[in-house]
Each structure stands twice: as structure tokens, then as C-alpha cells.
């Protein structure tokens, strides 16, 4: 079974420039998650999909942040304009629909941002 | 809302047992995790615990939970070098409800 993909693997830009990244979940899994890691930080979560649609998104920077799943599978989370603090590793994950055994998420390698 | 601790830094000698600890603050935590993050790779879950249990083991792994003081650990049993890593606590509520994540133990095992 493919794991979850994600790209580019690695992007250096500079503040106030754009940048976007792609996520392809594991086949099935109707759940999706954008999370932001900072280094020495544990992972937060910025949006959650079920499906096309949005179920979480508390966390996320409206102003500067975006994220959308077309068609309940692949997603975009887009960063414009980019600040200094942006840098981190941006982690999509992926979990078939919640159910009683807990929520096993499926992480990708993650897409790792820095902003100069 | 919840907050899950752990201590940042831990090193053992290969074949020796290590213990990861982690505190939460919601007691209405259900589910309670341990996901593994190797470099460069994403996190993979190694195991879970529901609140209603005080142990669970599984191979070299032994989770131990204690409801009181919102309290779990991780024991690693024969620790070997393809273990060093950094692992993640975590908890939800239920299993409809994001997981909050602490901020990672990173194991050291030295040869």
C-alpha cells in the first residue's frame, strides 16, 4: 500500500514570496490533515479535512494560510506572503474514518519550508 | 484545551530498557499515543492506549498509563540503535477529535 506523498521535499524562499504544497493521502482515507512542525516542537495541527470539507481549521493563519482538497483527495496548503516564522516542516497526514480504535494517523516525509 | 508534556532528551546504552515519560492536562483524554519520528521521515504510530486500561504491552514495547495523575510511559525493552528517534506523545478526547501532540523525546542509544 503507497503511503502518503508529499512535495516538493524541501523549499527555500524568501519572506513575503509564495509557496505551495502538495499532499496525496492513502487511497480510502476519507481524513486529512495539514500540520505545522517547528523544530523542537511537536506537530500542530493547522487544517482538517473530511473529505472536501473543512473540518478544523482553529489553527490556521487565515490571512496568509490556505489549504483546499479537491474532490476529497489530493490537497494544497499555500503560504502567501511567507513570513520568517513560517519556517518549519509542514506534515500532511491521512486516516481512514474515525471509528472507535482510536485515530491512527498515516503521516507523509513532510515538506521541510525555509523562509529567508 | 489540552497540553501534553514530555522531557526533551534521553540517552541509554544499547540493550539496556528506556522509559520515555509524558504528563497530560485534559483528564478527558480517551485515547493516549506513541508515535515514532526517525529523520527526515514523517511520524508512525507505534501504539495506543485507551484510558480505561493501566498497561498495555506489545513486543519489546510496554505502555504504561496512569489515569490519576495523568501520567504515561513508554517503556522501550532491549533497546537497540535502529531505536533512536524522537518520540511523540499524544492524546484526543475521542476518536473524532484532533490529536494534540507533546513535543518529542529524542532517544539516544549509544553502542
Known amino acids: 500500500e503507497a503511503g502518503v506523498a508529499q512535495s516538493p521535499r524541501y523549499k527555500i524562499i524568501e519572506k513575503r514570496q509564495s509557496v505551495a504544497f502538495w499532499c496525496n493521502p492513502i487511497?480510502?482515507?476519507?481524513?486529512l490533515y495539514w500540520y505545522q512542525q517547528i523544530l523542537g516542537q511537536g506537530p500542530k495541527l493547522l487544517i482538517q479535512?473530511?473529505?472536501?470539507?473543512?473540518?478544523?481549521d482553529s489553527q490556521l493563519p487565515k490571512d496568509r494560510f490556505s489549504a483546499e482538497r479537491l474532490k476529497g483527495v489530493d490537497s494544497t496548503l499555500k503560504i502567501q506572503p511567507a513570513k520568517l516564522e513560517d519556517s518549519a516542516v509542514y506534515l500532511c497526514?491521512?486516516?481512514?474514518?474515525?471509528?472507535?480504535?482510536?485515530?491512527?494517523?498515516?503521516f507523509g516525509p513532510g515538506t521541510r519550508l525555509t523562509v529567508l | 484545551g489540552e497540553d501534553v508534556e514530555q522531557s526533551l532528551f534521553l540517552s541509554v546504552r544499547e540493550g539496556d530498557s528506556s522509559v520515555i515519560n509524558c504528563t497530560y492536562t485534559?483528564?478527558?483524554?480517551?485515547?493516549l499515543y506513541w508515535y515514532k519520528q526517525e529523520p527526515g521521515a514523517g511520524l508512525q504510530l507505534l501504539t495506543y492506549i485507551f484510558s480505561n486500561m493501566d498497561m498495555k504491552q506489545d513486543q519489546r514495547l510496554t505502555v504504561l498509563l496512569n489515569k490519576k495523575d495523568k501520567h504515561l510511559s513508554l517503556r522501550i525493552a532491549d533497546t537497540q540503535t535502529g531505536d533512536s528517534a524522537i518520540y511523540f506523545c499524544a492524546a484526543s478526547e475521542t476518536s473524532y477529535d484532533k490529536v494534540i501532540f507533546g513535543p518529542g523525546t529524542s532517544l539516544s542509544v549509544i553502542p
Open positions: 479535512f473530511q473529505n472536501n470539507g473543512v473540518v478544523d
Open positions: 497526514a491521512s486516516s481512514l474514518r474515525r471509528g472507535p480504535g482510536g485515530n491512527e494517523q498515516f
Open positions: 487511497s480510502g482515507h476519507a481524513t
Open positions: 485534559d483528564s478527558s483524554s480517551t485515547y
